[in-house]
């Protein structure tokens, strides 16, 4: 019999080697493949799908709870980062117990939460991965058409653009063409495009930030709520909300077992990027510090410079959040792995329907913290600890056995409570949040012919 210790099994077999945790190989069935990501690449997926939105949102959540919410930063850094290795150990269960999980999936999430709890684990992942995608996909959109209004109308001669409502249109059609692309193993270079302008925008706005001190000398601190840490809390997540496409990149790597290599080198990255930014604004802007700090900056060159970096980044990440959304879609409609005019249609289809909820409710800040509290929560903090433990306790002779320490144990339900308790309390607060702090009209509402 083989026992799993947390870090690899170890053969209790007369003249038995041991063997490293998932990396069981057997020809023919594809778990190992000779193309795909490496663990540098899918990390870039992982920091370019992660990164952007929430480096923008961060500084303000961090204002709202001083040092407490940096301390909350760093641990639902460590949180996610540990359930993510977690979920990645699950997959590698998965490959390593069932066959048919080493070729080609389009829904690895939803699988693990088949194995772990039925058709009623599934059903769940499927409805907060889609959701979650979804709204982080309208998100970018919204922020990047954003991002566009505000450099094309400060830099205009007459000061004149088109409407953020149009710029919308606009960008939704210019990405459509890109999302009829397969996995992420086929546009690789958009996560190292992503990765690459979030870093540098990060370094801008720091010395933005700092360049800025002498114009905030006067800025008054904000007075801390109970109701700001939760919604805190939710930003934050969302921040560090990657874990509904972390089984559809692992999947895709050339050595899915390292898959824990790329999630340390991504939250590891995605703190560097986070910390100075967020402490930063916290320190100077203070209660001057709007929801997106890119509209604190002083204008002039630094300001711009980001605004074209990060809007880059929202342009690329879209087209791979997107991504596991339309492959659960095909295949639950029977569409064939391959390009085509179904896939077109199907996709096209898709990215219209989050134009539609963007003009429906434009405001980046409403979804973001609705979302990073509710599905992002669930997929990040409660699920991972969830699945692996239930997993872990399934057993059958050809199985090596998986052992699970009671530290393990606890901490594992801690995390779940934390992640239950914090996600109602958050999404709570963002709920109350919409219905009295903010001011949203549909852009098809609030349009006229001289916003086009």
């Known amino acids: 019999m083989r026992v799993f210790t947390g870090k690899s099994y170890q053969s209790i077999e007369m003249n038995a080697e041991p063997m490293p945790f998932g990396s069981v190989q057997h020809k023919g069935t594809g778990h190992a493949q000779k193309k795909g990501l490496t663990v540098i690449t899918a990390a870039l ?7 952007g939105s929430g480096v923008l949102a961060l500084p303000r959540a961090v204002v709202d709870t001083g040092w407490n919410g940096v301390v909350m930063l760093i641990l639902c850094c460590a949180v996610a980062g540990h359930n993510g290795i977690m979920l990645g150990r699950c997959w590698n269960i998965l490959q390593l117990r069932w066959p048919e999980y080493r070729d080609h999936v389009r829904d690895p999430y939803p699988a693990i939460g088949e194995r772990a709890f039925g058709k009623v684990g599934k059903v769940a992942v499927s409805v907060c991965v889609n959701i979650t995608l979804f709204g982080v996909a309208t ?3 919204l922020l990047a058409a954003e991002n566009l209004q505000t ?13 953020f409502c149009f710029w919308l249109i606009i960008l939704a059609g210019a990405l459509t ?3 009829w692309l ?3 193993k086929d546009f690789w270079p958009a996560a190292v495009a992503a990765t690459v302008a979030t870093v540098l925008a990060c370094v801008l706005m720091f ?19 109970i109701k700001a840490v939760f919604l805190t809390f939710g930003t934050i997540l969302f921040a560090f909300g990657g874990a509904s496409t972390f089984p559809t990149i692992q999947h895709d790597m050339k050595e899915p077992e390292k898959f824990y290599r790329s999630v340390v080198l991504a939250f590891a990255a995605l703190l560097l990027m986070y910390l100075p930014v967020s402490i930063a604004g916290f320190l100077v802007y203070k209660s001057e510090c709007d929801n997106n700090i890119l ?15 990060i809007t880059l980044h929202l342009i690329f990440a879209f087209i791979i959040v997107i991504n596991p959304v339309c492959q659960e879609l095909e295949e639950r409609l029977r569409i064939a792995n391959k390009f085509g005019i179904f896939r077109i249609l199907l996709r096209t289809c898709l990215v219209g329907l989050v134009l539609f909820t963007g003009e429906s409710l434009p405001h980046f800040g409403a979804i973001l913290s609705l979302v990073g509290g509710s599905t992002i929560t669930c997929l990040t903090f409660v699920f991972p600890s969830m699945f692996y433990l239930k997993l872990s306790r399934q057993t059958s002779p050809d199985w090596p056995e998986i052992e699970v320490q009671p530290y393990e144990w606890a901490w594992h339900i801690e995390f ?7 996600g109602i309390a958050s999404t709570y607060s963002a709920i109350d949040g919409i219905a009295g702090g903010f001011q949203v009209v549909p852009c098809y509402v609030n349009m006229t012919a001289a916003d086009m």
């Open 45 to 51: 997926f992982l920091v370019g799908e992660m990164a």
């Open 151 to 163: 450099l094309v109308q400060d830099l205009s001669p007459h000061n004149s653009t088109f409407s």
């Open 182 to 184: 397969g996995s992420p």
């Open 295 to 309: 509209s604190t900056l002083t204008a002039g060159g630094l300001k711009y410079a980001s605004l074209i970096l």
């Open 139 to 141: 998100v970018f959109l």
């Open 207 to 225: 010395i933005g930030v700092l360049v800025d001190i002498p114009n905030f000398k006067h800025a008054k601190d904000q007075q801390e709520d």
């Open 177 to 179: 063409p890109f999302t």
């Open 416 to 422: 779940i409570l934390i992640g239950v308790v914090g």
